[in-house]
């Protein structure tokens, strides 16, 4: 069983849990949720640059091979979206050693950038329910999610038993994976697997 105090944790940039993170868990390395972050962009740039730079950004934050590339890179996008008086973003870029990938990624967290599994029954049950339901509206609705929910993870079962997937290549690897994986993960794979055998070796 693991003992101490966690390695990282990953939270939202509220000032008050920062602070208390650093005086009870000081050799715990804090960070803060990248989808958060990015998802404030359309809150906080007006419509029109939202619409022309944000995937600038986010490729920036994403696809950054290094510190200097993503410091080149932000700087650019601001240069060219005249965005340089952005208070906004310049606090945002003061603190990228805690949410860009490439400055938080010295720390194992299997791939996590922020709670994704919390965020994304929050996007699902968001579809359902609204904060101007009443209390019975509320059960209703939240009731009526879990069971659309249920009813998709049993579809998918079904399928994950039922169904085969079809195996491209002759490699005792891919026909392993495939006993493996959920079917949806698998064709995942699959595709990254067949990607990796189009990479052309260096000849020196």
């Known amino acids: 069983m693991p003992s101490g105090p966690p390695k990282m944790i990953i939270t939202d940039e509220d000032p008050a849990m920062t602070k208390a993170i650093l005086q009870c868990l000081p050799n715990t390395f804090h960070r803060y949720y990248s989808w958060h972050i990015l998802n404030k962009f359309s809150k906080k740039l007006n419509a029109l640059i939202y619409r022309d730079y944000y995937r600038d950004f986010q490729k920036c934050s994403w696809e950054s091979y ?18 340089n008086e952005n208070e906004w973003l310049q606090s945002m870029y003061e603190i990228r050693s805690k949410w860009v990938p490439i400055y938080v990624n010295h720390v194992f967290s299997t791939g996590m950038s922020s709670s994704q599994r919390v965020e994304s029954c929050h996007a699902f049950f968001k579809s359902y329910v609204s904060k101007k339901d009443s209390l019975v509206e509320f059960v209703v609705r939240f ?15 079904h399928i994950d038993i039922n169904e085969k997937p079809v195996i491209k290549l ?35």
């Open 143 to 157: 009731n009526r999610a879990l069971a659309r929910q249920r009813h998709e993870e049993l579809h998918a079962d």
């Open 170 to 204: 002759p490699f005792a690897m891919e026909k392993q994976m495939s006993e493996i994986y959920t079917r949806k993960m698998f064709y995942k794979f699959q595709e990254e697997f067949w990607n990796s055998l189009s990479y052309t070796q260096l000849h020196w």
């Open 66 to 83: 290094d510190m200097e590339e993503f410091d080149s890179r932000w700087k650019e996008i601001i240069t060219k979206s005249q965005l």
